[in-house]
């Protein structure tokens, strides 16, 4: 995130945080370390406002643009666009993103030494399934980080909680967990307690929500489970002049940064744009739709094609494929929210969360923002636009807005529900991610967060964790710090601390 979009509330929409850019700042630096980020430190400076210490550079360097990258960057750096008539100008430039993925490794030692380096092999190759695996082990994965744990850890697996358990003075004494075996067989299964001087739920933000509902915990401020946010994302998509190679590459490797920021968040929610390099996956599905519909009707006369004019038809249709994708902040609404249903149970008769979910105006005036762009995009890069939102199943976030059609896909990015604040009359926890009511009780994660900016969410969130381990390690030394006894030993000259 950039140190702006922690004050986003001053813009008229949303929450500030309860800290700065500064406060966590450090622990960015060690999650970017942690999850083995690859991106260019001078490039996200100047072209993303982002400042860094003196000397820093990411773990390994940027993942390559894609073909299809270069290609945009060619038709629109430099370029100029208008979100609406009379709106100032803004000047596009693709840029690369950063990614927890391995990049090459670099040539030189870090100035700390060097960060973790990428092996070889294990170095991005492309294979385009990171979704939901990396073959080649390029790709962050939390075995990494639980190799290094030590033995007197137990990982507990199957084991699902189903509430915490609370003492009459507030504080938590553990959590009560249900077994679910490999078969299935789980329904009746009795609950088993895990006793805990702490506990931490990281269950993210729907789960985390939940559990405090479910156990009438962290009630104070009427928060938990409310303020529900995600980014909703304007799908455009169309067909290049030429072809760009598409289905490379990770999901996205370069995007424009210029809607993020600055006094129009005051009049509609920001945005990034993803250049995405996965075709029209996400908006109509893989590939083998389109050659479906070949088969069907794609000749001249209304008849199927096969053969040589299957192939080079698909081969020229697919290569030329590609979308954008604009990432909108939301704004903490607290009508937006988890509950728990009153009758539909899991299968381990837990209660099933319910979801109530909207856009403001605000997001909405983002969208039609976007989309004014996207018109502009395709106009400048010479390219069929295919984008369109038929009502229907296929898109549930359907709306209108003054006189045109829209639609959103949700990015998976949940957050809010346990929200962050500097009181506990508004917020669920404090700025450690400690819950107000309850002073041994963490909920980490995105829903913490108290806005979720334009940026994808995991790294604020890793920081976020890095952060309260701190002070969670402070809390169990106090809870644990030997005290000095005095009794007729003492007084002996025995020492009983
Ligand atoms: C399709 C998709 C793509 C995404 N892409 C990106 C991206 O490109 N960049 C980015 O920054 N973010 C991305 N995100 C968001 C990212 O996945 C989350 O921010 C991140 O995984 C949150 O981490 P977490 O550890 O808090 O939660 P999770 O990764 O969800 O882990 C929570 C764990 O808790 C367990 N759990 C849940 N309930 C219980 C319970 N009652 N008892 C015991 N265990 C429980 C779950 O099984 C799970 O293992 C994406 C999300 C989706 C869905
Ligand atoms: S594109 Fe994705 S799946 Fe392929 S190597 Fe890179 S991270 Fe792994």
């Known amino acids: 995130m950039h140190p702006e979009d922690f004050r986003a509330g001053d813009f008229g929409h949303g929450r500030n945080w309860p800290i700065g850019y500064q406060d966590l700042e450090p622990f960015y630096r060690a999650a970017e370390r942690e999850l083995g980020v690859a991106a260019d430190v001078d490039e996200q400076r100047e072209a993303v406002g982002l400042p860094f210490p003196a000397g820093y550079r990411y773990p390994t360097r940027a993942i390559p643009r894609t073909h299809l990258d270069t290609v945009i960057a060619g038709a629109l750096d430099g370029r100029r666009v208008r979100e609406r008539p009379g709106a ?20 030189e030692p870090g100035p700390d030494g060097g960060p973790r380096p990428a092996a070889e092999d294990a170095v991005c190759r492309g294979h385009a399934s990171c979704v939901p695996i990396c073959p080649s082990g390029a790709k962050y994965t939390p075995l990494r980080t639980q190799a290094r744990w030590a033995s007197s850890v137990t990982l507990l697996t199957r084991a699902v909680v189903s509430r915490l358990r609370l003492d009459a003075s507030g504080r938590v004494t553990g959590v009560e967990y249900l077994r679910h075996p490999a078969d299935g067989s789980a329904a009746g299964s009795v609950p088993r307690t895990a006793e805990a001087d702490l506990v931490v739920l990281a269950a993210h933000a729907i789960e985390n929500a939940k559990l405090l509902l479910l156990s009438g915990a962290a009630g104070g401020s009427g928060q938990v489970g409310r303020n529900l946010m995600d980014h909703p994302v304007l799908l455009t998509w169309g067909l290049m002049p030429g072809q760009v190679g598409p289905y490379r590459g990770p999901g996205s490797t370069s995007g424009l940064e210029g809607f993020r920021f600055g006094p129009a968040r005051a009049r509609r929610a920001p945005f990034r ?32 094609l096969f053969g040589r004019e299957l192939r080079r038809a698909a081969g020229d249709r697919i290569g030329r494929e590609f979308a954008f994708q604009f990432e909108m902040e939301q704004d903490a609404d607290p009508a937006n929210r988890v509950t728990l249903d009153p009758a539909v149970r899991d299968p381990l008769g837990i209660p099933r969360p319910v979801l109530h979910y909207d856009l403001s105006d605000w997001v909405k005036r983002g969208i039609a923002a976007a989309k004014a762009v ?75 967060m108290p806005g979720v900016a334009t940026s994808n969410p995991s790294l604020t969130m890793a920081a976020l964790a890095l952060r309260s381990a701190g002070r969670i390690h402070q809390d169990l030394l106090a809870r644990h710090r030997p005290v000095p006894l005095r009794g007729p030993a003492a007084l002996e000259g025995a020492d009983h601390s």
């Open 88 to 107: 100032a100008p803004t000047t596009l430039r693709v840029v690369t993103t950063p990614h927890a993925r391995n990049g090459r490794p670099h040539q």
């Open 374 to 448: 996207s018109d502009q995009l395709f106009a400048l890069l010479g390219a069929e636009d295919r984008t369109g939102f038929a009502p229907g199943p296929g898109w549930p976030g359907r709306f209108e807005h003054e006189g045109r059609a829209y639609a959103y896909r949700a990015a998976g990015h949940g957050a809010g529900t346990h929200i962050m604040g500097d009181s506990p009359r508004t917020s669920v926890v404090d700025q450690w991610q400690r819950c107000w009511d309850h002073p041994n009780l963490y909920a980490v994660g995105c829903g913490s």
């Open 273 to 304: 744009i993803e250049i995405g390099n996965w075709g029209w996956t996400w908006a109509l599905g893989p590939p083998d739709g389109r050659v479906a519909e070949l088969l069907r009707t794609g000749g001249p006369d209304g008849r199927g």
